[in-house]
């Protein structure tokens, strides 16, 4: 049996807005150069590459920085609803990290609480539903 191979190379998939070599440039572009790609990106593309971006797990966030120089009305004309999530989560601000407390504070337990521990409970007792424990033989 023979197998047929493509020669043309690789290709977009059918859904993707851009053609592979934007996508490409998009994709490796560092925080610097990404705006001055899709500043040549017109308006409704750029939205449509936003969303498609953001559809693909393992391009999320990628879709997300796509999507912060996307108009909002832009995003909802091209993904409906989404496009307004896709738009509220790319201006989304990053939580700020929590610095971890010093030791001697963690160990203590504020006044009237209990301390909880997961570790070095005892076993719970196995539940019963009746009949015996022994060994039933069927032959």
Request: charged content about 25%; some cysteine; glycine content about 8%.
């Amino acid at each position: 049996m023979t197998q047929s191979h493509p020669t043309s190379g690789a290709e977009p998939e059918v859904d993707c807005p851009v053609s592979l070599e934007v996508l490409g440039s998009v994709y490796r572009a560092d925080e610097f150069d990404l705006p001055l790609i899709l500043e040549e990106i017109p308006p409704l593309k750029r939205a449509q590459l936003a969303a498609y971006l953001y559809g693909k797990s393992h391009m999320h966030k990628l879709g997300l920085k796509v999507a912060r120089s996307c108009d909002r009305d832009d995003l909802i004309r091209v993904a409906g609803e989404i496009g307004s999530v896709i738009h509220g989560q790319a201006h989304l601000k990053p939580a700020r990290p929590v610095p971890e407390a010093a030791p001697q504070l963690r160990a203590k337990t504020p006044p009237g609480q209990k301390k909880v521990s997961l570790a070095g409970a005892a076993p719970k007792p196995a539940i019963s539903l009746g009949g015996s424990a022994k060994v039933r033989n069927f032959d």
